[in-house]
């Protein structure tokens, strides 16, 4: 008999023992030399915790608002493409085991259930994100269709103008299959004989001419709030508020799209600095343990974003639920050994970067 996994990474190694290798791959791997996936994760385990002692942490409040909607933790479902690569009941599963654990799903725009389907699994709180196609009517008619089915706001990703090379996609000839929010709308199931057949179908509708304006566009079609997701820059982040955003994600894409860019969490502080609290700041990338989670906050995130498909596809909604309770749980230990009580007692002053390490020793 198998033991129970007891961290999220296990969640990862039963997952490749069950998926097909082209979905484990998919869902794994980064960009070309997959550097930003590795530092991702490294550049957290450069970061120290500051613990404070003799703090009364006999009750531990995790619990936080985004957008003024409430959830248990700081951590929520980041968006993930077709869910039902990993497990047959798909994003549906993912809804009920994040409704399960009082927090709010990220639906992937990519989603192998319907909007319908999802919204109508279980009532949460839900986000939708979005990808523009260059056909802006299709877009339109998702965030429409989400908005009517109860979703919150809509997550729009930015960092995509063209698909990242994904080289083990490329090597497995990845097939897109067809999507049921598109159907009677586009085909999404493209073969490329050359490569990934997923890179195929992004070519062929990802609107590679985004800019600015989109915000306003967007504004034009629904009254839901608007997120960007992927921003990196001070630049960007200041832009984005211009615009009149109402959060940002700093976000390098789970390191698919551009290799070599930075770990998330190295500029999570550049943006919110930019931002200076104009609109929430929320983070993903790198997210492994309730330390990672601790560290974020601690840097100026007010909630972090966590792919479950290895636990959905390890042990369905049982698995999203278990990995986002490990989590938890962990944030939970962090907190009390650190004497952090409530979420709002984390500070800057509880975290050592690599750079002011550096800078003590000069």
Same mark, same amino acid.
């Given at each position: 008999?198998? !033991?129970?996994?007891?961290?999220?990474?296990?969640?990862?190694?039963?997952?490749?023992?069950?998926?097909?290798?082209?979905?484990?791959?998919?869902?794994?791997?980064?960009?070309?030399?997959?550097?930003?996936?590795?530092?991702?994760?490294?550049?957290? &385990?450069?970061?120290?915790?500051?613990?404070?002692?003799?703090?009364?942490?006999?009750?531990? *409040?995790?619990?936080?608002?985004?957008?003024?909607?409430?959830?248990?933790?700081?951590?929520?479902?980041?968006?993930?493409?077709? +869910?039902?690569?990993?497990?047959?009941?798909?994003?549906?599963?993912?809804?009920?085991?994040?409704?399960? @654990?009082?927090?709010?799903?990220?639906?992937?725009?990519?989603?192998? @259930?319907?909007?319908?389907?999802?919204?109508?699994? @279980?009532?949460?709180?839900?986000?939708?994100?979005?990808?523009?196609?260059?056909?802006? *009517?299709?877009?339109?008619?998702?965030?429409?269709?989400?908005?009517?089915?109860?979703?919150?706001?809509?997550?729009?990703?930015? *960092?995509?103008?063209?698909?990242? /090379?994904?080289?083990?996609?490329?090597?497995?000839?990845?097939?897109?299959?067809?999507?049921?929010?598109?159907?009677?709308?586009?085909?999404?199931? #493209?073969?490329?004989?050359?490569?990934?057949?997923?890179?195929?179908?992004?070519?062929?509708?990802?609107?590679?001419?985004?800019?600015?304006?989109?915000?306003?566009?967007?504004?034009?079609?629904?009254?839901?709030?608007?997120?960007?997701?992927?921003?990196?820059? +001070?630049?960007?982040?200041?832009?984005?508020?211009?615009?009149?955003?109402?959060?940002? %994600? %700093?976000?390098?894409?789970?390191?698919?799209?551009?290799?070599?860019?930075?770990?998330?969490?190295?500029?999570? =502080? =550049?943006? #919110? +600095?930019? #931002?200076?609290?104009?609109?929430?700041?929320?983070?993903?990338?790198?997210?492994?343990?309730?330390?990672?989670?601790?560290?974020?906050?601690?840097?100026?995130?007010?909630?972090?974003? /966590?792919?479950?498909?290895?636990?959905?596809?390890?042990?369905?909604?049982?698995?999203?639920?278990? #990995?986002?309770?490990?989590?938890?749980?962990?944030?939970?230990?962090?907190?009390?050994?650190?004497? @952090?009580?409530?979420? &709002?007692?984390?500070? /800057?002053?509880?975290?050592?970067?690599?750079?002011?390490?550096? +800078? !003590?020793?000069?």
């Amino acid at each position: 008999m198998e !033991s129970e996994p007891v961290n999220v990474k296990e969640f990862q190694e039963l997952a490749k023992q069950v998926l097909p290798k082209m979905y484990y791959d998919y869902y794994a791997g980064g960009a070309e030399d997959q550097y930003t996936l590795k530092q991702n994760v490294e550049a957290f &385990q450069r970061i120290t915790i500051r613990p404070r002692i003799l703090v009364d942490v006999s009750r531990i *409040d995790m619990s936080t608002t985004v957008l003024g909607h409430e959830i248990s933790a700081p951590i929520m479902v980041a968006p993930t493409a077709m +869910h039902q690569l990993a497990h047959s009941e798909g994003e549906v599963a993912t809804a009920r085991g994040a409704a399960a @654990c009082n927090t709010i799903m990220i639906l992937s725009y990519n989603s192998t @259930c319907t909007v319908e389907e999802v919204a109508s699994s @279980c009532n949460a709180v839900r986000f939708f994100q979005l990808y523009v196609f260059k056909r802006r *009517d299709i877009s339109a008619q998702l965030v429409q269709r989400a908005e009517k089915s109860g979703f919150k706001a809509v997550v729009l990703t930015v *960092d995509a103008p063209r698909l990242g /090379r994904r080289e083990a996609d490329i090597k497995n000839k990845m097939v897109a299959p067809q999507l049921k929010n598109f159907e009677g709308l586009l085909s999404t199931a #493209v073969n490329s004989n050359d490569g990934s057949g997923l890179e195929a179908y992004a070519n062929e509708t990802f609107d590679s001419s985004l800019c600015w304006e989109v915000i306003g566009w967007l504004r034009s079609i629904t009254s839901l709030p608007i997120l960007v997701k992927g921003v990196l820059t +001070h630049e960007d982040a200041r832009m984005a508020v211009e615009a009149g955003v109402d959060g940002i %994600v %700093v976000s390098n894409h789970g390191a698919r799209q551009l290799d070599y860019s930075p770990a998330t969490i190295s500029v999570l =502080e =550049e943006v #919110v +600095h930019a #931002v200076g609290g104009k609109v929430p700041v929320l983070f993903d990338g790198g997210i492994r343990r309730g330390t990672d989670v601790f560290k974020a906050l601690a840097l100026g995130a007010q909630a972090v974003g /966590r792919p479950v498909v290895y636990g959905l596809a390890a042990k369905g909604e049982y698995g999203v639920r278990r #990995v986002l309770e490990m989590l938890k749980d962990e944030l939970e230990l962090t907190m009390a050994l650190s004497g @952090c009580p409530r979420l &709002q007692d984390i500070t /800057r002053r509880h975290v050592r970067t690599e750079q002011e390490r550096l +800078h !003590s020793m000069l």
